[in-house]
């Protein structure tokens, strides 16, 4: 089992800048795939960015330019800096972190993010 906790999110104006964090219970290193998802109202959960354990990462289009995953080992966090954000970007944002040996996928419990214009 693997105990996920985001923090950062909130209300911000379309421009502006918001960190994502998402506090794992195991040594992040131990994980293989790490990423954000989010999921608008009325709309499919989509992965934003992810982060396998060689430090490779993926980007939807939309955000790509603007976003950017990382990993602080010491702290055992994955963050998603969020710049540069537009009203579309608003979501409930989720961290998932994905096991390669058995598939194993675990999810937090989501954070709300708002974008104003």
Do not use: H
Request: proline share 2%; net charge positive.
């Amino acid at each position: 089992q693997v105990q996920l906790v985001e923090s950062g999110g909130g209300l911000v104006q379309a421009g502006e800048s918001l960190r994502l964090s998402c506090a794992a219970s195991r040594k992040i290193f131990s994980i293989n795939v790490m990423g954000w998802y989010r999921q608008a109202p009325g709309k499919q959960r989509e992965l934003v960015a992810s982060m396998i354990s060689n430090g490779d990462t993926n980007y939807a289009e939309s955000v790509k330019g603007r976003f950017t995953i990382s990993r602080d080992s010491a702290k055992n966090t994955v963050n998603l800096q969020m710049n540069n954000v537009k009203p579309e970007d608003t979501a409930v944002y989720y961290c998932n972190v994905f096991f390669w040996g058995d598939s194993s996928s675990y999810w937090g419990q989501g954070i709300q993010v708002t974008v104003s214009s």
